[in-house]
T-cell receptor, first 109, second 113 residues
Framework: KNEVEQSPQNLTAQEGEFITINCSYS?????LHWLQQHPGGGIVSLFM???GKKKHGRLIATINIQEKHSSLHITASHPRDSAVYIC???????????FGKGTLLTVNP | DAGVTQSPTHLIKTRGQQVTLRCSPK?????VSWYQQALGQGPQFIFQ???????QRGNFPDRFSGHQFPNYSSELNVNALLLGDSALYLC????????????FGDGTRLSIL
């Protein structure tokens, strides 16, 4: 079993829909990261959080430490949101990131 | 302010050859991490460098080695290339003070024939 599990693996939505991507982890962590990867490879860090909730524009990330679960929400989705969204965790003195496999999001106009 | 830059962008090698990939961290960052991303998979941690020393290493064989220079730039070397080494190699930099977000380069796409 992977230390970081994401669901769904693939997600197709219509423009304007509310989107949720889930992440569960099985190890102790200091922080959870949500990242976005576009075709061609570049990765952009969206959020780093250790508790509660963060919001940036149409993106919202939440984390429940007790349940070892995080969600990434996209409100009013747009075709430009189409990308792979990746959940990763870092923990304690362990500075490395452990990644999930990613969720491929396609938003159709 | 330049972000993380990696070179080359693409590289084609044959089995048994050796390769060196390069990374310049974002200005102000002193820690460099390297990741390997196979097609359709999440990135896997190779190792991390801080103060010119390998601070942490993932589950990769000794064929994978690295270096960090005084200006914080870094190299990833892979010897005796195997077909399975074909992947996107990502470099990420951060400040070592506490847990800071990592900033990623666009990666080097390595293909082994």
């Amino acid at each position: 079993k992977n230390e970081v599990e994401q669901s769904p693996q693939n997600l197709t939505a219509q423009e304007g829909e509310f989107i949720t991507i889930n992440c569960s982890y099985s190890v102790g962590i200091s922080a959870l990261h949500w990242l976005q990867q576009h075709p061609g490879g570049g990765i952009v860090s969206l959020f780093m959080l250790s508790s509660g909730k963060k919001k940036h524009g149409r993106l919202i990330a939440t984390i429940n430490i007790q349940e070892k679960h995080s969600s990434l929400h996209i409100t009013a989705s747009h075709p430009r949101d189409s990308a792979v969204y990746i959940c990763a965790v870092s923990g304690g003195s362990n500075y490395k990131l452990t990644f999930g496999k990613g969720t491929l999001l396609t938003v159709n106009p | 302010d330049a972000g993380v830059t990696q070179s080359p962008t693409h590289l084609i090698k044959t089995r048994g050859q050796q390769v060196t990939l390069r990374c310049s961290p974002k200005s102000g960052h002193d820690t460099v991490s390297w990741y390997q991303q196979a097609l359709g998979q999440g990135p896997q941690f190779i190792f991390q460098y801080y103060e010119e020393e390998e601070r942490q290493r993932g589950n990769f064989p000794d064929r994978f080695s690295g270096h960090q220079f005084p200006n914080y730039s870094s190299e990833l070397n892979v010897n005796a290339l195997l077909l399975g080494d074909s992947a996107l190699y990502l470099c990420a930099s951060s400040r070592t003070m506490g847990h800071q977000p990592q900033h990623f380069g666009d990666g080097t796409r390595l293909s082994i024939l």
